[in-house]
């Protein structure tokens, strides 16, 4: 299936005379290039458990990303096949699975249908929203000057959004600001959840995910789960993904922009020292 599609469009532009200051338009029809977006269900040993409205590639680094950090599975191995499955709806990911794991599932299962990339739509109890979480130890540091650099290679590796100006993207750094992997996505929640799917079958290199949307609860929970010790957002973080943070000692940023961010939680793993001069960091305390 095609990541993007062309369409015809109506183009509407307003002119401005400079000699005496009166307006006029332009109205033309052009071409643009638009993401697809497509339901996906992921199918556990037979049996379709969710549905998401999903940019239709990485598929498969999606349904291990999901289903590790919903808590679907403990580990990669839990995973014994995947099967990308194109129908007349959409696309059905098959994915064979541990029996114990299915078992599990079966009695928790809910339904998340509808909304794009939403992390908790359809969970059945309030008390499923909140996860139990590890503490992250500190075993990274993390230039913090290193972060421009980054966020140049962030935006000049989404594809997708320069084409089409509507994917998010997740993107993976190790400690030397090197670009590792990049994940785009019409919903944030996916396009994190394939990196994830992407880091689990890495050797845990160390290093941080930066993302082009807000820091969301689910955004943190999902990071967290995964044992990586920081993430960097464009946007800012909401209340509740800054108590979270805290609450699992993740390093959290925010508004990260050229010589500037926001720092949640977390700052005893960045090093200040290098051209600290040319940067200004604030601190949100509690």
């Not at 990485?58 to 099967?83: R, V």
């Not at 129908?87 to 990911?93: F, S």
């Not at 739509?121 to 499923?128: A, I, V």
Request: proline share 2%.
């Amino acid at each position: 299936m095609s990541w993007l599609i062309k369409v015809q469009v109506n183009f509407f532009k307003k002119l401005t005379n400079n000699k005496h200051s009166q307006y006029t338009s332009l109205w033309q029809e052009k071409e643009e290039t638009l993401a697809v977006e497509t339901p996906v269900a992921l199918v556990y040993n037979g049996i379709s458990h969710t549905v998401m409205m999903c940019s239709p590639q990485d598929l498969e680094d999606f349904a291990l990303g999901f289903s590790l950090t919903e808590g679907i599975i403990e580990k990669p191995a839990d995973i014994y096949g995947i099967d990308v499955e194109e129908t007349c709806n959409g696309i059905a990911v098959q994915i064979e699975m541990a029996t114990r794991c299915f078992v599990a599932l079966k009695e928790r299962r809910r339904t998340l249908a509808g909304r794009t990339g939403c992390g908790i739509c359809g969970t059945e109890q309030l008390d499923q929203i909140h996860k139990n979480l590890p503490i992250l130890p500190r075993t990274s540091v993390l230039d913090i000057s290193l972060l421009d650099d980054c966020l140049k290679k962030l935006h000049s590796a989404q594809q997708l959004g320069q084409q089409t100006g509507s994917t998010h993207a997740a993107a993976f750094f190790d400690l030397h600001g090197n670009l590792l992997a990049i994940r785009e996505d019409v919903g944030r929640h996916v396009a994190l959840d394939k990196l994830l799917g992407w880091y689990a079958k890495q050797s845990a290199p160390q290093g941080f995910v930066l993302i082009s949307s807000r820091a969301s609860y689910e955004m943190v929970q999902k990071v967290v789960s995964q044992g990586i010790e920081c993430l960097v957002a464009i946007s800012a973080a909401t209340a509740l993904a800054v108590n979270q943070a805290r609450q699992s000692q993740l390093t959290l940023i925010g508004f990260a922009r050229e010589g500037r961010a926001t720092v949640y939680s977390g700052k005893e793993r960045l090093d200040f020292n290098a051209n600290f001069s040319s940067h200004t960091f604030l601190s949100s305390r509690a």
